[in-house]
């Protein structure tokens, strides 16, 4: 069972000081620094590095997990960005542009010959692949496969639908095929599926109906823009209070019915099977985690 907490991954541009310091007062479970996309022109990649790579070992960062979204493996900057990145306080990094599993597969390759020229444990960096292309959503299973660095899976929506030559309806019709499919493959495999951005981060309403769909395809987190977002993420990716009691109430009944050597339990006339035990467990596994962080 993966037990890693990625309620919310939230995006940083790695150059804007004041940006970094928002972050290290937020509640975001995990810090997506990015060199990639948000940071223009390409002389501000090395600023990016630099100022990631000061507020990572000044200890700003140290109760969030921390992964840096490095540049594609086309651009020129990948080797500079793992090189400088490859620090304690780093827990694996977000590779954009994952199209097969090859490509996550000459990263992870590329993550060991660093640990092996540092000194480092080999498989300590862990990887989130980027699925935003039509491609990569085809072969996403080989991506989920690629290395047991593979932690999480996250989608990039406008990516994908630009690639697709598709258009990003209100509805979210032509993003909900590839959402399911990525869920499906990320469960498949033992890794967390995590939902796309919400580009209008001022509209909390059409969050919170995109979190709704999210949950309801078994993602287990979503990557986020602002620290507005984080309190109705959270609400959406931690079990209520009263999933909670229902879990432990549905496991105490099964637990009874096994001793009693019953063939089954009932819980609101529902029978309780194998498949509701089983994501009772997970429900408190998560609920135990999110507990010990709020501490």
């Known amino acids: 069972m993966n037990n890693y907490l990625f309620r919310s991954l939230m995006f940083v541009p790695g150059h804007n000081e004041k940006l970094l310091a928002s972050a290290s007062k937020s509640n975001a479970d995990v810090l997506l620094f990015d060199i990639e996309d948000s940071v223009?022109?390409?002389a501000n990649k090395q600023v990016a590095r630099d100022k990631?790579?000061?507020?990572i070992s000044n200890g700003n960062f140290d109760n969030y997990y921390v992964f840096p979204?490095?540049?594609d493996r086309e651009s020129g900057q990948l080797l500079k960005d793992i090189y400088q990145l490859t620090i304690d306080g780093v827990h694996g990094f977000m590779y954009p542009k994952s199209q097969t599993g090859r490509d996550v597969?000459?990263?992870a390759k590329l993550l060991e010959t660093m640990e092996y020229e540092k000194g480092i444990p080999i498989g300590t960096f862990k990887i989130i692949p980027l699925i935003e292309t039509a491609a990569a959503v085809m072969n996403v299973q080989d991506i989920c496969q690629a290395s047991k660095r593979v932690v999480a899976i996250a989608f990039g929506c406008e990516d994908f639908v630009a690639d697709l030559g598709g258009i990003h309806d209100h509805e979210g019709q032509s993003i909900y095929t590839p959402r399911a499919i990525i869920a499906m493959a990320a469960k498949a495999n033992n890794v967390l599926p995590i939902d796309t951005v919400h580009i209008n981060i001022h509209?909390?309403?059409d969050l919170e109906r995109n979190l709704i769909i999210a949950k309801n395809l078994g993602f287990e987190g979503m990557l986020t823009l602002h620290p507005k977002e984080l309190p109705l993420v959270h609400k959406y990716f931690s079990p209520s209070a009263k999933e909670i009691s229902d879990?432990?109430?549905m496991l105490g009944l099964f637990d009874k019915a096994v001793k009693d050597e019953k063939g089954v339990a009932v819980i609101n006339d529902r029978f309780i099977g194998p498949p509701m035990v089983y994501a009772a467990k997970k429900l408190l596994v998560k609920a135990k985690i999110?507990?010990?962080?709020?501490k």
Not at 52 to 55: L, P, T
Not at 290 to 294: D, L, Q, R, V
């Open 247 to 249: 879990a432990k109430e």
């Open 52 to 55: 990631i790579s000061e507020w």
């Open 203 to 205: 509209d909390l309403e």
């Open 290 to 294: 999110i507990a010990k962080k709020t």
């Open 69 to 71: 979204r490095v540049n």
């Open 105 to 107: 597969y000459f990263f």
């Open 40 to 42: 223009q022109p390409i």
